[in-house]
Structures are given as C-alpha cells and as structure tokens.
C-alpha cells in the first residue's frame, strides 16, 4: 500500500459489533474489581485482625512515623501476587491464542476468575489468600492478552481507539463497584472482607457465560484457516448488505503474511524492520507503571488513611478517585478519536506532573511535623482533590490510551506476542511496585511523589518525539505510518531494501 494511500473500508456501527465489543470489554470487569476491592481489604481491621494482626497493633503505636503504618511485606505479598500471576499467564496466553482464538483464551480467563474469588472468600490462611490471588492473576494474564486484540480486530478503524477504551471503562466500573462494596462491607465486624472478595464471582460469571455467546474474531479465524467462518464472522459484525471484500482480502493477506513467519514472531521484534513496534511495546507498559498509578488504583486507601482519613472515610475517598477515573476515561473515549492519542498524552502528562509536584509539597510542608500522625482536615481534603485532579489527567490520558496504543501497532505476525510482552512487562512492574510501595513510602515520604512526577516528565518528552498519530488508521495499514515518521522510517525502509536485496 502507498505511503500516503486512505485507507478506508465499507460498513458502520452494527448491533453484532456492538454487543461482541462490550463482551470482551466486560473481562476488565474482574480485573478492575480485583485491583479496587485490595486496596480497600488490606486496611480494613477485620482482615487485618485474622491475617495480619501485627499491622494492626503497629498501627496503633506507630507515632514516630506517620508514613510507616502500613510497611508490611507479608500484607503487600497479598496485593502484588496477582501481578506476577498475570504477568506468567500472559506469555502463555499468547501461545494458547494461536492455537485455539482469542474468545476461548477469554473463556478460560472466566474460569480462572470464578475458582479464584471462591477461594479468596473462603480464605482461612494466608496462603489460601494468596493461592485465590495468583489464580485471578492467571485469568487477568489471559484476558487482558486477548480482550484489547478481539476489540480492535472486530471495530471499525474509524472507532477503534473507542470500543478498545470499552475494555478500560469496565475496568474502572469495576473498581468503582468494589470500593462502593468495601464501604458497605467495612463496617461489618470479622467477615466483612470475605463478602468483598466473594463477589468478584459476579462479573467473572459474566465474562464466563458472555465468552460462550461470542465467535472468534475475523482474523484469528483466518489465522487458523478457518475462512469460511472468518467470511461469516467478518460480514456480521460489519452488517448484512455491507461489501467486506477488500477488508477480508487485507485481512487474509496480512495472516498469510504472518502464517509465513508464525514461528519466528519473537525473533522478528528484534530486527529493524519491528524496531519502532519493539520499542513502544517496552516503553509504553513501563512509563505507563511509573506514572505513579500504584498510589491511585492500589493503595488510595492506605495513602488517605495515612493523612489521616478513618477507615471508613479513606474507602469513601477511593471511591470519589475511582469515579473520577471513570469520568475521565468515559470522555476520552469520546475524544480519542477526534483530537488523537497524541494530544491526549501530552494535555494528561504535563497535567499529572503538576499535581503530583502539589501532592508532594503539601505532604512535606503538613505531614509528619512535630510527631503528628495525622495532617489537619482542611490539606487532608486538599490531597484528596489533588489527587482528583491527577486522577482524571491520568484517566483521560495514559490509563486510557495504553490499552489502545498496545492493541494497534503491531502487524498481524507480531501483535499476539507483542502484546503478551507487553502485558507481561507491565504485570511485572505492577507486582514489583506492589511489593515495595509501603516501603517506598515509609522512605522517600513526600518525595515519592517527585520520584513519579520525573518520569512523567521523561514520558511526557518521548511521546512528542517518538510517537506519531493512529487515530483512523486500519490496523493492516499501520506499518505506513511508521514509514512516515522522521525516525522510525530509517529502520522500516532499510529492513524492506534488506528484504528486497535478499529476494533478489
């Protein structure tokens, strides 16, 4: 295809589309309640009384350092395991997917929700606890695998960047119903946290019983030679009278190109021809990891609890941060499209620096003086609404647009394994993070905030000069967008003069 080429095919928003988007997009259900419910449970003191009374009691005497209460390892062992989980069962995934599509990858990820919520609500041990955590961890690992792609291979180019943001609303939806949950559940004296983790079981039978009702998409059924299915497949979700014969002849072209090279996927992200691919496939879950998303998605609790909110009041905070994210994610996805991934990154990344800078010199000038545990009401609320503000850049830029970015840059033969080493990598990071954030805190104090603020700043640089525009372009199409860009066209051209010479 030319460089400059429009790319465009026929068909519209179609009831099929629609409602096989939304399936998939319902799989962040799980997760986004996963991530909300933790955050919530490690600091309720009826869960804190079975599995970790010494918290408890350091709580109580823990006036020499107001940042210190919640340095815990075993307790952070319980948040971080699901991410190493994840981030194992997302390379798997991506081979499982090759062999048997991305709708029954996302089946298998249901049932991994399903036997791990019952677990954890049944928990009598800590590593019970942690055994149900692991195997949410493998059922995030496999959905968010395979979700983000079926979205973007089943929407239309001109709304993909909004139907993949659907996979991120429910993930927010679902932290905001589990910080709704622990509200309600807190007050609840000794099995309070059990009914909190217990109803993860909803949305993971929604997912399970949503993945039967759904067909593979157009393009893993041609992966796996299925074409008469993908024919059929292709023209529902596009609509009964629409001609789907020059996106089906793209899309079987770029899976034989693929089918070629099947089993050289990884080593082809390491030639110059995938270098742009490569690189934005490492930095994106990284920066994405550093831009202090821990402090909101996992541990607002503890955060506000340690500026002095009560129990019931640092739930009822999250729950304002979670309804934020929400707000901010449901309005970029009805922009993404118009005003492009770009500006969205560059608006979100200078506004989450400022306010990260705020959170940071109120902490240091408020909390922590003169053996105070606590930092008087009036900064206590300005944090909150700080940390509303940060939120909602965060929502409106890189907590929303990862997901789009990692589900569309890649071509055919790379995208399974790109995005399982993306996943894995940010799985990865997560748990790390997860593990050492108390302890992060009980040191840098204030200044964790800085810490996170300095990678925002240097993500913020490479996405103006290293990232160029998606939005509208069909997925088969993309690697002319790489040949267009002032730096990543060296390596996109001379792997194809490579190739030609090497034909020749």
């Known amino acids: 295809m030319a460089g400059g080429q429009e790319h465009s095919y026929s068909g519209g928003l ?10 998939a997009a319902s799989c962040g259900l799980v997760y986004g309640y996963q991530v909300g419910v933790a955050g919530g449970v490690t600091q309720m003191e009826s869960f804190l009384k079975m599995f970790f009374p010494e918290v408890l009691n350091g709580m109580k005497s823990a006036k020499h350092d107001a940042y210190c209460k919640y340095n815990n390892q075993l307790l952070t062992a319980f948040t971080s395991s699901m991410y190493i989980a994840s981030s194992l069962s997302s390379l798997v995934a991506s081979r499982v997917t090759r062999r048997v599509g991305r709708q029954a990858v996302m089946l298998i990820g249901g049932i991994l929700f399903l036997i791990g919520s019952v677990i954890n609500a049944a928990a009598v041990s800590i590593a019970m606890l942690i055994m149900g955590q692991m195997l949410l961890g493998f059922g995030v690992g496999f959905t968010t695998q ?15 960047g909004a139907f993949t943001m659907g996979y991120h609303i429910f993930v927010c939806t679902g932290s905001v119903v589990a910080t709704l949950v ?3 559940t807190n007050p609840i004296p000794d099995w309070g946290w059990r009914i909190s983790l217990g109803i993860a079981a909803v949305p993971a039978s929604i997912v399970t019983v949503g993945a039967l009702f759904v067909t593979d998409s157009p393009s893993s059924l041609v992966f796996r030679g299925k074409m008469d299915k993908a024919r059929t497949s292709l023209q529902s979700i596009r609509g009964s009278g629409v001609n789907i014969e020059a996106e089906f002849k793209d899309m079987v072209s770029a899976v034989e190109a693929a089918s070629r090279n099947e089993e050289g996927a990884f080593k082809r992200l390491g030639s110059k021809g995938y270098r742009a691919c490569s690189v934005m496939m490492v930095a994106i879950p990284v920066f994405f990891q550093l831009t202090g998303m821990i402090v909101v998605f996992v541990f607002a609790p503890v955060l506000f609890r ?20 929400l707000f901010a994610v449901v309005i970029s996805t009805f922009v993404v499209d118009r005003f492009g991934r770009r500006f969205l990154f560059l608006v979100g990344g200078i506004s989450m620096m400022l306010f990260q800078v705020l959170v940071s010199w109120i ?11 606590t930092m008087t009401r009036n900064y206590a609320v300005a944090v909150l609404v700080l940390m509303c503000l940060y939120t909602f850049s965060l929502g409106l830029s890189w907590d929303s647009l990862k997901w ?3 589900s569309e840059i890649h071509p055919m033969d790379t995208r399974s394994v790109g995005q399982a080493v993306s996943m894995s990598i940010s799985f990865v990071i997560s748990f790390v993070q997860a593990q050492v954030f108390t302890t992060l805190l009980c040191h840098l104090k204030f200044g964790i905030f800085i810490f996170f603020a300095g990678w925002v700043l240097a993500m913020t640089a490479f996405i103006a000069i290293f990232l160029p525009e998606t939005k509208g372009v069909p ?3 993309m690697q002319v967008v790489w040949a267009q860009h002032w730096y990543w066209r060296r390596f996109v051209v001379q792997d194809a003069k490579n190739e030609l010479d090497s034909s020749g």
């Open 14 to 23: 179609t009831a099929s589309v629609v409602a096989i988007c939304l399936m």
């Open 146 to 160: 395979a979700a983000p792609l079926y979205i973007a291979e089943t929407s239309p180019a001109r709304w993909r």
């Open 182 to 184: 622990n509200y309600l």
């Open 306 to 325: 340690t500026v002095g909110f009560n129990s019931q009041k640092a739930i009822l905070g999250s729950a304002i941060i979670y309804l934020v994210t």
């Open 363 to 373: 902490l240091a000038e408020h909390l922590g003086k003169h053996n105070a545990v």
């Open 404 to 406: 789009v970015i990692l």
């Open 475 to 477: 997925l088969e199409a």
